[in-house]
């Protein structure tokens, strides 16, 4: 195997790797906003404002959320 192909193997790793993450503070972004939503008795928007959600993020995660109903 050569060094390049090593180089680009490690980069596939590191791809992985870095979406697995994404993945991963996504699922815990919902379940934080589910979380506000029930202690709070809020609703999905006043969660995220309440969680500092950044605007420009909010539709995304009101997209997955659709998706887990």
Avoid: W
Wanted: aromatic share 4%; glycine share 4%.
């Amino acid at each position: 195997m050569s060094v390049q192909e090593i180089a680009d193997q490690a980069d596939m790793i590191e791809a992985g790797i870095n979406d697995g993450r994404a993945v991963g503070i996504s699922e815990a972004t919902i379940r934080f906003i589910k979380n506000t939503m029930l202690s709070d008795s809020c609703s999905v928007d006043q969660a995220m404002v309440k969680l500092h959600i950044p605007p420009e993020e909010r539709q995304y995660f009101k997209d997955l959320l659709a998706k887990e109903q």
